[in-house]
């Protein structure tokens, strides 16, 4: 185990010299009984539905969502590391929880750079989810990909729907600090 700035995750590969893993909460009883549910769900869905595809089938098409949210946070996670990498930001690793991901990344004092930033994921999965429609309609995919691919896009455009919400520790709410920052600052200066 690796820890960076109190988060502890297991090192799974690097990106372009960007640490990948896996942070430490998917062992513990909220992960594990995250990623219980997330299995058993979409499992007992498929389980009900289209009896002439065989058992093993139906579990796997229904163990997908595991891949498509790693996948969906994984794409959002790698949107903030390239905006930080073009506003001239280190980047130390992406962590991907039950809950989430975090990018481990050198701070600004720039609110355009922070609110840019924070765009960065909530964007990188709108083009990912748009993407992904395109690939269902351009390839024709039938069955067990059709569906993953579906998924995959929903979970996509969910994702950066829900991230622009100014709550929490949602990235709309670090854009909303930002244009916040950015509006005191003048702001100040004149009060002086």
């Keep these: 185990m690796y820890t960076l700035h109190g988060i502890r995750f297991l090192p ?7 640490q990948l893993g896996l942070d430490a909460s998917w062992l513990d009883r ?4 995250v990623l219980v549910m997330l299995l058993l769900a979409p499992m007992l869905g498929q389980l009900g539905q289209d009896l002439s595809s065989t058992l093993w089938v139906r579990l796997v098409s229904g163990m997908s ?21 073009l506003a001239g ?19 600004s004092d720039e609110p355009a750079v922070n609110f840019l ?17 395109w690939l269902a309609l351009v390839l024709q995919l039938e069955g067990p990909f059709e569906t993953f691919i579906v998924e995959l896009a929903a979970l996509q455009l969910l994702t950066a729907a829900a991230n622009l919400l ?8 670090r854009m909303l600090r930002a244009l916040r920052a950015s509006t005191a600052s003048p702001a100040l ?4």
Aim: charged share 10%; aromatic share 0%.
């Design 65 to 85: 969502i595991v891949p498509a949210i790693l996948l969906t946070s994984l794409g959002h996670e790698l949107g903030h590391v390239v905006a930080s990498r």
């Design 89 to 107: 930001l280190s980047v130390r690793a992406v962590v991907l929880a039950p809950q989430g991901g975090v990018t481990i990344r050198a701070g």
């Design 166 to 173: 100014p709550i929490g520790a949602m990235d709309g709410q």
């Design 12 to 18: 799974v590969g690097r990106i372009d010299g960007v």
């Design 117 to 133: 930033t924070a765009l960065a994921g909530p964007v990188a999965n709108a083009l990912l989810g748009v993407m992904c429609i």
């Design 30 to 33: 909220r992960g594990l009984g």
């Design 189 to 192: 200066a004149v009060a002086d």
